[in-house]
């Protein structure tokens, strides 16, 4: 089992910075911490083995601690709302339950949970319409439809209550109304109560609890909930609807919060009088359709009245609020690169982890002044690819994984650990708990697999490492051959643009950099275009777009529409961002194939073995001669620590009809793969019969280059696997030597000629 782990405040610190980190304990109340600076992260015996080194700080040293919970599931709050206890109220909504008969599922609520007093409107443990009102002494009455609610279903709901004359109706509708189908109902009692004060707030999808935490989460989508002064029946909602909105009706609103205004905020816009404005927590699920959708516009920026639902989750997460257990100045004068917070309570053995790292990246000074005498080399942090994949869980709750990566998979501690903490919430690969998919991301919780050590079930047999642990094969690379560069990251480019990058001769990616968002990819294109030389060392890059919040810090979103390989799919109308209003999924269906960023795209996946790359004709071109120098072989990379091999995992290709450069050379193109390794979908309308390697000479991989006319270049190893051979034979071997040619041409200052 994990005992320890822990979250830093952000991923990106300059030096002379503050950084905190978030510590949790499970059965001890002191821990150890140290900054080091992450060289290799794979414990592969067969490899160089895990490397750090130590950055004394003022932390070094013991630190009291103890254990830290998380509070999961989304809601809305209304602080200082009027209290509902004197008077009679209506609540209108339609709902759209994803998960009755879950347990108890709050709708609407006004309750003080240390009087136990207010009134509680949701779902029964059956799945009807239910109502709890208390004046917290004596019994709670109670009354509910007796109806289940469907699955997936748009209903009505209404309830009223008048505290004078105990009067309570409570009533629920599908709106589709299916012959035959009985889920729809109606109740009213008699329930005498003493005016009371019940609360100063309002919940929507959430219950607070004495303890401070919110439970009852609802899971579905809340549309158009109002509360109306009086007694007023369902049908109300519908005249509510209509514009202009009778004067009679008009006067008795309370609150009628209108979902489909500011949908890019975590803010729920009232239009009623008193501007009793809601504030959404963890980010519940936005520019959804309404019960209205027309399935005429797709874009919520054109018709956001069909867009006035929010899908509230039991299992959203956005930021865990954990206490700050130890906060550190870096030294104004720490290098660049990547490092991370080793905490300890104790010894490991086999069944017990009691160490963890939590990984940050030291950038650049900020004053671009301090950057004038920097490296000509940067190394591009895929963060947003490690958000995306942030506690990836599929290999726990997805069945078929064993198959898909044709071998047993085995899970580590860190593993158990996310099995038995699903507050931590999942990647953009996985699914809620309700089957909708994850479209949301953040690093303000424990990110269990971005850790050094972390051995991922994702990368192929051997190290089995994917994403940040892969990348880390090239940190070690780069400090064995004693190159000195910075580390930017994906959210610093997304903030600051091409003025962040414009003065890197070279930038050199991650194994699999991902996900982009638009600034993201107009800044690097910028660079390009400009004279840039980039090194693209992975594969399947710039495949997802993606969107950050404008106001919330580490959070990203994804919507994964038509086409690509998804593990889930966006419905119909939802395949804008709610963040920014674009519209998502892959960079390729938008207009903007990989190819014209690196000149290679995404043309294979598989997760078993890994193959090698054999010479193609290109290599002898002279423009590639000082690729090769010092490099005869026809086989390259037949050895490495992922798969066994340079080419595996993904591998992208030469496409000249999808963007990639006429002038590119293909220097080599990859051999030896299993019948694993497919053809990804984007590729085909008709399903082929053959998709896999041993019948498709197109799924392989393609060693290339090519100069742009800028004086700049492009290098792409086109292979998650190939920076898992840099370090083969004490790193003298054929991938070394030529990423070091290559590295050495690019650092040059002599521009490229076409």
């Not at 595996?648 to 000249?656: K, N, R, S, V």
Request: proline fraction near 6%.
């Amino acid at each position: 089992m994990l005992k320890v782990t822990g979250y830093p405040d952000r991923y990106s610190v300059a030096p002379g910075e503050k950084i905190a980190f978030k510590i949790s304990l499970e059965d001890t109340d002191r821990f150890d911490a140290r900054i080091v600076r992450v060289v290799h992260g794979d414990c592969n015996p067969e490899g160089p083995g895990l490397k750090f080194i130590h950055v004394p700080t003022a932390l070094d040293g013991s630190h009291p601690g103890r254990k830290q919970s998380g509070d999961a599931g989304s809601y809305m709050v209304v602080d200082d709302a009027p209290d509902l206890g004197a008077r009679a109220f209506t609540f209108l909504a339609t709902v759209w339950p994803t998960l009755p008969g879950r347990g108890e599922q709050t709708l609407f609520t006004q309750w003080d949970p240390a009087a136990q007093r207010g009134v509680w409107i949701g779902l029964s443990s059956q799945g009807s319409l239910a109502v709890k009102i208390s004046a917290g002494a004596g019994p709670v009455s109670e009354s509910s439809t007796g109806k289940p609610m469907l699955v997936r279903q748009w209903y009505a709901v209404a309830v009223s209550f008048d505290p004078a004359t105990g009067q309570l109706g409570l009533m629920q509708r599908n709106l589709r109304r299916f012959a035959m189908v009985n889920d729809s109902g109606h109740a009213e009692t008699q329930t005498p109560m003493p005016p009371a004060a019940w609360a100063r707030t309002f919940h929507l999808a959430g219950l607070p609890e004495r303890s401070g935490r919110v439970e009852a989460h609802f899971d579905g989508k809340i549309e158009r909930p109002v509360l109306l002064a009086g007694i007023h029946p369902i049908e109300t909602q519908e005249r509510l609807s209509a514009l202009p909105v009778s004067p009679e009706i008009a006067e008795k609103v309370i609150a009628r919060w209108d979902f489909g205004r500011e949908i890019e905020t975590d803010r729920a816009i009232d239009i009623g009088p008193d501007g009793l404005h809601g504030r959404l927590v963890h980010l519940p699920t936005r520019a959804m359709r309404g019960s209205n959708w027309d399935s005429e516009t797709h874009d919520y920026r054109r018709r956001p009245e069909q867009y006035g639902a929010i899908h509230f989750h039991h299992d959203d997460v956005y930021d865990l609020g954990w206490e700050t257990s130890v906060e550190v100045e870096l030294p104004t004068d720490i290098r660049s690169g990547p490092y991370a917070l080793h905490v300890s309570c104790g010894d490991n053995d086999e069944n017990t982890t009691r160490e963890d790292y939590l990984a940050f990246f030291v950038r650049p000074p900020r004053d671009a002044r301090q950057r004038r005498a920097r490296p000509k080399l940067a190394f591009l942090a895929p963060t947003a690819s490690y958000l995306a994949y942030a506690n990836h869980g599929e290999h726990i709750t997805a069945r078929g994984a064993e198959l898909q990566m044709n071998r047993l998979l085995q899970f580590g501690h860190a593993d158990v650990y996310l099995y038995d903490h699903p507050e931590l919430g999942g990647s953009l690969y996985d699914c809620h708990a309700d089957g909708s998919g994850v479209c949301y991301s953040s690093r303000l919780r424990p990110v269990l697999n971005f850790s050094p050590h972390y051995h991922s079930w994702l990368g192929g047999h051997g190290s089995a490492l994917y994403q940040y642990n892969a990348d880390t094969h090239l940190f070690d690379w780069l400090e064995h051959k004693g190159v000195d560069y910075d580390v930017i990251t994906d959210e610093d480019l997304h903030a600051e643009g091409y003025a962040l990058i414009k003065d890197y001769r070279v930038i050199m990616t991650g194994t699999h950099p991902e996900y982009h968002s638009t600034p993201m990819w107009d800044a690097m294109k910028a660079w390009i275009d400009r004279g840039g030389r980039l090194m693209y060392m992975g594969g399947n890059g710039w495949y997802w777009r993606i969107a950050f919040h404008k106001t919330l810090p580490g959070v990203i979103e994804v919507r994964r529409a038509e086409d690509g390989i998804r593990t889930w799919m966006a419905e119909p109308g939802e395949y804008h961002h709610s963040f920014t209003g674009e519209l998502g999924g892959l960079w390729r269906r938008i207009g903007r194939p990989p190819n014209l960023i690196c000149g290679v795209g995404f043309i294979a996946q598989g997760f078993d073995v890994s193959g090698f790359y054999r010479r193609a004709s290109d290599a002898a071109d002279p423009r590639a001669a000082f690729i090769f120098e010092g490099v005869e072989d026809e086989i390259i990379g037949d050895f490495g620590l992922i798969g066994g091999g340079a080419a595996g995992i993904e591998l992208d290709c030469l496409a000249t009809e999808l963007g990639s450069p006429p002038n590119m050379l293909r220097l080599a193109s990859s051999d030896g793969h299993s019948p694993m390794m497919l053809l990804v979908n984007e590729e085909f309308g008709v399903v082929p019969p053959n998709l896999g390697a041993d019948v498709n000479p197109r799924v392989k991989a393609d060693l290339a280059f090519g100069e742009t006319p800028s004086g700049g270049a492009l290098f792409c190893t086109s292979s998650i696997a190939w920076c898992g051979s840099l370090s083969h034979n004490r790193y003298d071997n054929n991938i070394s030597r030529i990423t070091w040619n290559v590295l050495s041409r690019f650092l040059e200052e002599q521009d490229f000629s076409t």
